[in-house]
């Protein structure tokens, strides 16, 4: 805290120091300028010099800078809580760091970059990165406190009342788990996950559950599925209502709607974990919440078994909603082969230019037969 105190003294000492400087070059101006009235009658009075010293005096005085002054003071104020701020949130990650770290540790064989978890993205955002870990690709976790050392974005979340949080994405093996869409969001969110997530929008309907708390929004595409899903033990973490869990996410489609049919459909397991002060019991409350999350992991690829006329059903609404895009990747197929045959034909006409009039005859021969051969090919199969 003394170097971060260090900083912000010197900082403020360059700002003090520019406003004398302007101070300087204006009280240099004053001299030079006419003298005023005042100042004048002075002079005539056979006192030039203590004319000259008190104009300069009066412009020199310090309720002629309030502005300037002000704004010195609000830009030192802000230095100060900006390195003040992220000094917090330094501390604060490295509080939970560790728990974090042996979350990951339990359950992935690499966890960061190998030197360290948690990479500072910004002052307020930390990300981790592990993997190596049986029906999953990997998963990226995203730290995300107060910004503390943003006054206004720290107004904002007071206003909000935004908590900080740990979000986990886990991206699952293409084979883990037959896909489907489901997901518990706060009731506040619930309208605004069913508009702007293209999967749930596109797949999911809000269902009820007796058992769920009624801070939770429940979206669920198969009830087969959801279901087996809520016997995890899931349905008893929903159904607390001081649970640190605050979203949950299993999807198999993207969460944007493709602007083309060359997109993702990664099988995807997301949640948000609310934090609570780094004290032991919020950490282990976050060490068990995140020990859930992995262990739906395993869950999900070997403990759900859907019936087949469910997996059919999935299938059948994923091919109608990808129909569109169906039709966009065969006719950009149609419209590749159609230049492919365009070019060819263009370089051998562009070959047939260069030939002498025998080998000309002898292509257009060759030429006549290629087409008269095609004409009894589609006549043949019309009359089949």
């Not at 042996?102 to 993205?121: P, T």
């Not at 943003?150 to 107004?155: C, K, R, T, V």
């Not at 006719?331 to 159609?338: D, G, I, P």
């Amino acid at each position: 805290m003394q170097h971060v105190t260090r900083i912000a003294l010197s900082t403020l000492a360059c700002l003090v120091r520019l406003a004398a400087t302007a101070a300087a070059e204006e009280l240099e101006n004053v001299v030079g300028e006419e003298l005023p009235s005042g100042a004048r009658v002075a002079a005539d009075s056979g006192n030039p010099a203590a004319g000259n010293a008190s104009a300069a005096a009066s412009e020199l005085s310090l309720s002629n800078y309030k502005m300037e002054l002000l704004l010195v003071a609000l830009a030192a104020g802000m230095v100060v809580n900006y390195f003040r701020g992220s000094r917090q949130n330094a501390d604060i990650a490295r509080a939970w760091e560790a728990p974090i770290s042996q979350a990951l540790h339990a359950n992935f064989s690499l966890v960061g970059d190998g030197s360290q978890v948690l990479e500072r993205d910004s002052p307020a955002d930390m990300l981790v990165y592990a993997s190596g870990r049986r029906h999953c690709k990997f998963a990226q976790g995203h730290l995300m406190l107060r910004a503390r050392q943003d006054p206004i974005a720290s107004l904002n979340d007071l206003i909000a009342k935004t908590h900080e949080k740990l979000e986990i994405e886990v991206t699952m093996d293409d084979e883990a788990f037959s896909g489907f869409v489901f997901a518990a969001v706060p009731h506040r969110r619930a309208k605004a996950v069913g508009r702007d997530r293209y999967d749930v929008s596109t797949f999911a309907k809000l269902t009820s559950n007796g058992k769920i708390s009624s801070r939770f929004a429940i979206f669920s595409e198969s009830a087969d599925a959801t279901a087996q899903l809520l016997g995890s033990g899931l349905e008893q973490l929903l159904g607390d209502n001081d649970s640190l869990l605050e979203e949950i996410y299993i999807t198999d489609c993207p969460s944007e709607k493709p602007e083309t049919h060359e997109f993702k459909r990664d099988k995807k397991l997301l949640a948000t974990i609310r934090l609570p002060a780094p004290a032991d019991d919020g950490i282990k409350r976050v060490r068990e919440t995140m020990d859930f999350v992995f262990y739906l992991v395993d869950y999900i690829a070997e403990g759900i078994a859907m019936r087949p006329e469910s997996v059919r059903k999935l299938a059948k609404a994923r091919e109608e909603a990808f129909k569109e895009y169906a039709r966009q990747a065969e006719q950009e197929k149609q419209e590749a082969l159609a230049k492919i045959v365009a070019d060819r034909r263009r370089a051998e006409l562009e070959e047939v230019d260069k030939m002498s009039p025998d080998q000309r005859r002898k292509w257009e021969e060759k030429e006549r037969k290629r087409k008269l051969k095609k004409e009894q090919s589609k006549r043949t199969r019309r009359v089949k």
